[in-house]
């Protein structure tokens, strides 16, 4: 077996090839060092477009930057979180399949911009969701799916659709949604 693993590992050397990476989650530091510096991780590294990005209880309420355009597989807020957070605007934040979860009882405020690159889902259990900067779908599905308030105060663009399937939705600028998107609310409260 070491011998067969050896083989593959040459082979890939001589041709140049790159076996995909798997997804890693990478644990935010007790910081608000911009979130684009390994600094502000746990371990060093910051997270890319193959990683989940997690808030967990070794950082409590936590206001940030994103410190340049980013690109994640996801965000995660898990259920050992406590306090709030917030992205700060000025940059860009594009979203992978990972999509959202958050289940603490908090607010999870996103000045950001936000783009994704695969249909979506955003399971937020608990608390609210404020996507406060623009929202671009790239012609993708985001489906909001948990009990919790999803608030969109900024424009929704890119022609895809928000599914909204659970909890309470608001659109504080309804007139914020532009042609060719559609937000379709089924099972769900709209403030």
């Not at 935010?28 to 684009?36: H, Y």
């Not at 995660?76 to 917030?86: A, E």
């Not at 783009?115 to 929202?135: K, R, Y």
């Not at 559609?182 to 709209?190: C, F, K």
Request: proline share 3%.
């Amino acid at each position: 077996k070491a011998i067969h693993a050896v083989g593959v590992a040459m082979i890939l050397a001589v041709t140049g090839c790159v076996l995909p990476s798997r997804a890693s989650e990478i644990v935010k530091a007790d910081n608000t060092d911009n979130l684009n510096m390994g600094s502000s991780w746990i371990g060093g590294i910051a997270p890319g477009t193959n990683d989940v990005a997690v808030w967990d209880n070794t950082v409590a309420a936590n206001s940030v930057s994103l410190g340049g355009d980013l690109s994640w597989l996801g965000l995660r807020i898990d259920g050992s979180h406590t306090g709030n957070v917030t992205i700060a605007a000025g940059n860009a934040l594009t979203l992978g399949a990972a999509g959202i979860e958050t289940t603490p009882n908090i607010t999870v405020t996103l000045n950001n911009a936000t783009a994704f690159s695969t249909n979506q889902m955003w399971s937020v259990a608990s608390g609210t969701l404020i996507p406060v900067g623009p929202v671009d779908t790239a012609g993708f599905t985001l489906t909001l799916d948990g009990s919790a308030t999803k608030q969109f105060k900024g424009a929704v663009t890119g022609g895809g659709t928000i599914l909204v399937n659970g909890g309470s939705f608001k659109m504080t600028n309804p007139g914020a949604v532009a042609t060719g998107s559609a937000v379709i609310v089924s099972g769900a409260n709209i403030n």
